[in-house]
C-alpha cells in the first residue's frame, strides 16, 4: 500500500462512523463511497460497524419500565421530607445559635473586654468559614478539570 | 411545554437515562438516585428548559450527566470496573431474557474508558445526533465523530477478543 493510499485510508477510517450515523455531507458521503469501493478493509469495518450499532441500539441496558419512572417521578415523599429536614436543622441551629450569642452578649457576667475578645476570635472564625465555602461553591460549579479520572 | 406534557415526555427518557447514568456511575441503584434527583431538578424548576433551545431529549440527558458527575464527585467507585458495571440486580428471567449478546456487550462496554462508554451509548443506544451528543457532554461538536470512532474501534476490539 502506497504512504497515499494509507492517508487517505486513515481520513476515510474516521469518516465510516459518520457514515453509517449518517452524519457527513454529500461529499464526504461520495468520498467514503468511492474509497469502499476500492478498500476490502474499509468495507468490512463498515460492516462491521454497523452491526455493532445495531447490536447496541437493541441491547437492555435498561430493567426498568416506564411505570418505574412514572412511579419515581410521582413519589415527591423523599425530596418534601429532606427539604422540611434540611429547614428544621437550619433553622434550629440559627435559633440555638442566636440564643447563645444573646446570652453570652446580654446575659453572663463576663466584663466587656473578654466579651469584645471572644466576640472577635468567633467572628473571624465563622468569616473563614464561610470565606472557605463560598470558594469550594465557586470551584465547584467551575471546576474545569471535574470531569478527570483519576 | 406545560408541566404535565414535561412529565409525559421525561417518562419515555427515564430508560435511556438510567442506561447512561449506569455507564457513569457503575451501579444500577446509583444511576435510579441520579434519574430521581434529575427528575425532581427538572420538575422543581421547568421553566429553565427553553424549547426554543432544542428538544428536550438532550437537555434532560446532559441534567442526568451532570448529576452524574456530582454523585462521582463526592464518592470515588471502588472495585473492579469491569463487574460494577455488569448489572447483577437483573431477576434469573430478566438476566435469561438479556441473553448472550447484551452480557458480552455490557461487559466490553465496562472495559472501555467512561467518556467512550457515554458517547457509544448517547448515540448507539439513545440515538442522538453528533450535535445533540456535543451538547450533552459538552465538546465541541467537530470532535465527536472522532471521539465515537475510537470508541466503537475499542469495543470493537474488545469484542473480538472475546469471541477468541
Known amino acids: 500500500m502506497t504512504s497515499e493510499k494509507r492517508k487517505n485510508n486513515g481520513h476515510v477510517a474516521e469518516l465510516l462512523s459518520g457514515y453509517v450515523d449518517g452524519e457527513l455531507t454529500q461529499q464526504q458521503q461520495q468520498r467514503v463511497d468511492v474509497h469502499c469501493a476500492d478498500c476490502g478493509q474499509c468495507r468490512n469495518d463498515l460492516v462491521e460497524l454497523s452491526a455493532l450499532r ?11 419500565n416506564q411505570d418505574v ?3 419515581m417521578m410521582n413519589d415527591t415523599t423523599v425530596n418534601t421530607t429532606r427539604g422540611i429536614g434540611w429547614l428544621l436543622l437550619i433553622g434550629g441551629v440559627l435559633i440555638a445559635m442566636g440564643i447563645g450569642v444573646v446570652g453570652f452578649l ?21 468569616l473563614l468559614f464561610f470565606s472557605v465555602l463560598r470558594q469550594r461553591l465557586i470551584e465547584r ?3 474545569k478539570y471535574k470531569d478527570v479520572e483519576i | 411545554m ?5 412529565k409525559q415526555e ?8 438510567h442506561a447512561l447514568a449506569f455507564q457513569i456511575l457503575g451501579n444500577p441503584d446509583d444511576a435510579s438516585d441520579a434519574v430521581q434527583d434529575s427528575f425532581a431538578k427538572v420538575l422543581g424548576k421547568p421553566d429553565t428548559y427553553d424549547i426554543d433551545k432544542g428538544p428536550l431529549k438532550p437537555w434532560f440527558l446532559r441534567v442526568v450527566r451532570n448529576r452524574c458527575l456530582d ?3 463526592r464518592r470515588r467507585p471502588v472495585g473492579d470496573p469491569v463487574e460494577r458495571l455488569v448489572d447483577k440486580s437483573a431477576t434469573p428471567e430478566q438476566a435469561a431474557e438479556i441473553g448472550d449478546r447484551d452480557r458480552a456487550l455490557k461487559e466490553a462496554l465496562a472495559s472501555i474508558s467512561s467518556e467512550q462508554r457515554q ?13 445533540e451528543i456535543a451538547d450533552v457532554i459538552e465538546v465541541a461538536p467537530g470532535t465527536v465523530m472522532s471521539r465515537l470512532h475510537r470508541a466503537r474501534l475499542a469495543l470493537r476490539e474488545v469484542l473480538k477478543s472475546h469471541d477468541q
Open chain 2, 71 to 73: 454523585l462521582l464527585r
Open chain 1, 69 to 71: 419512572w412514572r412511579e
Open chain 2, 10 to 17: 421525561l417518562i419515555t427518557l427515564g430508560g435511556g437515562a
Open chain 1, 141 to 143: 460549579k467551575t471546576d
Open chain 1, 54 to 64: 445495531d447490536n447496541i441500539g437493541k441491547a437492555g441496558f435498561s430493567g426498568f
Open chain 2, 119 to 131: 458517547i457509544v451509548i448517547l448515540r448507539d443506544y439513545l440515538d442522538l445526533s453528533y450535535a
Open chain 1, 106 to 126: 446580654f446575659g453572663s457576667s463576663t466584663g466587656i473586654g473578654e466579651k469584645l475578645l471572644v466576640s472577635v476570635i468567633y467572628g473571624g472564625l465563622a
Open chain 2, 2 to 6: 406545560n408541566t404535565s406534557q414535561m
